[in-house]
């Protein structure tokens, strides 16, 4: 999961992504490499690993938690520490396997630096995942959002899909035009578009899950998840 931005609704599409998954089920397994901005616990993680139904320790759900709400990388030169790609591979593989299929959230977008010469997209290629992309609906997403599959065509990566995600209550005028024009850049059709959900129901992962469900419909979960288990 990366998104062509911070704040887009990366931790929210996870959320219910992972209900989701539950539901039909599956036990997902969720994974967020590094979390910066705890204050002083790292609040996405915990969304995640309650929205999956607690499958593994909540301390397994996150590797680097940091204070300081910035980069990964300048995050943890703040504290001394360093992020190694080897052990978010390690920590990946031990957790996928725990469950059916895991869930990773990266921090901002796919250029944001982990460490030198790290960034989002090289820990998307170490794990060999699939790559989903959250974009907001406001004005310039068509750019941002053909900016991040351009990046993640060059890397070699896999391209789950798009999913704009209404970030405001108001709708703009633009917002009809976006999927057509993002297909019409990159080739890939935007999944659908999740309506704006009011704050206290963003980590609410049924309701998230019920929102998801509906924007983009059977078929693109079946895409995302697989078939329901009997």
């Known amino acids: 999961m990366t998104?062509?931005?911070?704040?887009?609704?990366?931790?929210?599409?996870?959320?219910a992504l992972l209900r989701l998954a539950q539901r039909r089920g599956l036990t997902p397994i969720p994974f967020k490499p590094a979390e910066t901005g705890c204050d002083p616990h790292p609040a996405d993680a915990r969304a995640l690993w309650l929205a999956a139904r607690r499958p593994v320790a909540e301390a397994d759900v996150v590797l680097y938690a940091f204070r300081l709400p910035a980069a990964p990388a300048q995050a943890a030169a703040a504290e001394?520490?360093?992020?190694?790609?080897?052990?978010?591979?390690?920590?990946a593989s031990a957790l996928a396997a725990k469950g059916d299929l895991l869930i990773v959230e990266g921090a901002g977008g796919l250029l944001?630096?982990?460490?030198?010469?790290?960034?989002?997209?090289?820990?998307a290629a170490r794990l060999q995942l699939p790559v989903l992309v959250v974009a907001r609906t406001a004005l310039g997403t068509i750019n941002h959002t053909a900016l991040t599959l351009r990046e993640a065509e060059r890397a070699s990566l896999e391209i789950a899909g798009v999913i704009l995600n209404r970030t405001t209550e108001t709708q703009g005028p633009h917002e009809g035009g976006n999927a057509e024009l993002i297909a019409n850049l990159t080739g890939h059709w935007p999944l659908g578009t999740l309506a704006w959900l009011p704050p206290q129901l963003a980590h609410d992962a049924d309701a998230a899950a019920d929102a998801l469900a509906t924007s983009i419909g059977e078929s693109a979960v079946e895409k995302l998840l697989g078939s329901p288990r009997p």
């Open 3 to 15: 998104g062509t931005d911070t704040g887009v609704g990366k931790t929210m599409v996870s959320v």
């Open 80 to 91: 001394g520490a360093r992020i190694d790609l080897q052990s978010i591979a390690d920590r």
């Open 112 to 123: 944001v630096p982990y460490a030198a010469g790290v960034t989002c997209a090289d820990i």
